[in-house]
C-alpha cells in the first residue's frame, strides 16, 4: 500500500467507496429517485416565480412603497383593487392597450396566413424567401425599437421617404412618433413587422399539415380553389391560426420593451399601453402597493387567456 | 321477455350531462372571454370596474373543472 503512488492511492479509495454509494442509490425507488431529480427544480420554481407572486399579493393589500422600507407597512384590504378599477387613467391605459392589441393581431394574422399560404406552393426559392421573411423576429424588441426609432425620424428616416414617394406629401410634413394620432399606428406598425413572420411560422405548420389525398379528393369532385380553399385549407388550419392569434394576443397585452424604446407612452399618454402604466406607478412613484395590485389584475388577465391558450393548444394537438 | 333498448346514455341524470369536463370548460372560457373584453372595452366604466372580478371568477372555475372527468 505504501508503495502505491498518490493517484493510485485516490484511484483504490474510489474504487473502495464506490459500491456503497451504488448500493445505496441502488436501494432508493424510482419514485424517490424522480423526487430528487426535479427537486432542484421545484426549489427554484417557488424561489423565483411563485414566492415572488405570493409576495406581491400581499403587497397589492398593503401601503407599502420600495422607497420607503423602513416605514412600517398598513393593510389597507382591497383599496388598491378598487381605485385601479374605478380610474378613468388606468381604463384609458386598458383601451390603448386594447388598439395595440387588436390591431396587431388582427394585421399579423391576415399578412401571416397571406405569407404562409404563398410559401407553401413551394415555388422556386421559397426555401431562401421563408428564410428573408424570418429575419426581423430574430432580432431583439430592443434593436427593433432602436433602429425604428431612425426610421421614423422626420427629417432622415427612410419611412417617411418611402410614405412621400408614394403619396407625395412631404416628407417632413408628418411625425409618426410624436402625432397624437399617428403614434398608436407607429407601434402597431413596427410589432407587425417584426411578429408577422412568426404567425407565418404557425399558420406554415398548420397547412403543412393537412394531407393531400383530401384535395386530391376535392380535384375529383371538380370543387373549385376557391371552394377548396373555403372548405378544406381554412377549417383545417383554423386550429392553428387561433393558438397564433391567442399567442400574439397575450403576448402583446404585456407588452413592455419595444414600446418604451419607440414612444416611452408618448406625445402625451397616447401610447401608455398598461406596462407602462404599471412601470410608472411602480418605480417612477414608487406606488409599490398600487402597482402589486394592478399587476395582479394584469396576472389573472393574462393567466385566464393563458388557460384558453393551453386549450386550443390541446386541440391541436389532438389532431 | 323484455329487452331494454333504451341507451345507458339516456338513463343519466341532468346533472351527469351537463357536469361534464366539455360543457364547463366552454362555459368558462366564454367568462375569461368576457372578463377581458370587459376590461378592454371603451363603452362603459361598470362594465370596466367588474372585469376583474370576471376574469378571477372565470380563471378559478377553468382551474376547478378541468379536474373534472371528461
Known sequence: MNELSASSRITYRAV?????????????????????????????????????????????????????????????????????????DIWAAMQVTAHFVIWTVVIETVLGFGLAYLIDKKFRG??????????????????????????YQPQIGLFNYVVAFFTGRAASSFQMLGDVTLS?????????????????????AGLRSIPDYIYEAA?????SKWRQFWSITLPMALPFIMLAVLFRGIENFKMFDMVNLLTGGGPGSTTEVASITLKRAAFESWRTGYSSAFAIILFVTVFGLANIYVKALNRVKSR | MSLDVTPAIAR??????????????AIATTIIAAGVVMLMQPFSLTLYSWSFATTLFGTVMFTIVSKVRE
Not at chain 1, 25 to 45: E, H, N, Y
Request: glycine share 4%; proline share 7%.
Open chain 1, 126 to 151: 421559397h426555401g431562401m424567401w421563408t428564410t428573408i421573411i424570418l429575419l426581423p423576429m430574430m432580432l431583439s424588441p430592443a434593436v427593433v425599437g432602436n433602429f425604428w426609432t431612425f426610421l
Open chain 1, 219 to 223: 380535384e375529383v369532385d371538380r370543387a
Open chain 1, 16 to 88: 473502495m467507496v464506490r459500491p456503497s454509494v451504488a448500493r445505496r442509490v441502488r436501494g432508493l425507488s424510482d419514485k424517490t429517485l424522480a423526487w430528487l431529480f426535479i427537486t432542484p427544480t421545484i426549489v427554484l420554481l417557488l424561489a423565483i416565480n411563485i414566492f415572488p407572486l405570493l409576495w406581491t399579493i400581499y403587497l397589492s393589500f398593503t401601503n407599502y412603497r420600495a422607497n420607503r422600507a423602513n416605514v412600517p407597512t398598513i393593510w389597507l384590504g382591497a383599496d388598491w383593487y378598487q381605485s385601479i378599477l374605478t380610474d378613468p
Open chain 2, 12 to 25: 343519466r341524470g341532468l346533472a351527469d350531462r351537463v357536469l361534464r369536463r366539455g360543457p364547463l370548460e
Open chain 1, 184 to 204: 398608436p399606428w407607429a407601434i402597431v406598425i413596427v410589432d407587425a413587422w417584426m411578429w408577422t413572420p412568426y404567425v407565418m411560422l404557425i399558420c406554415l
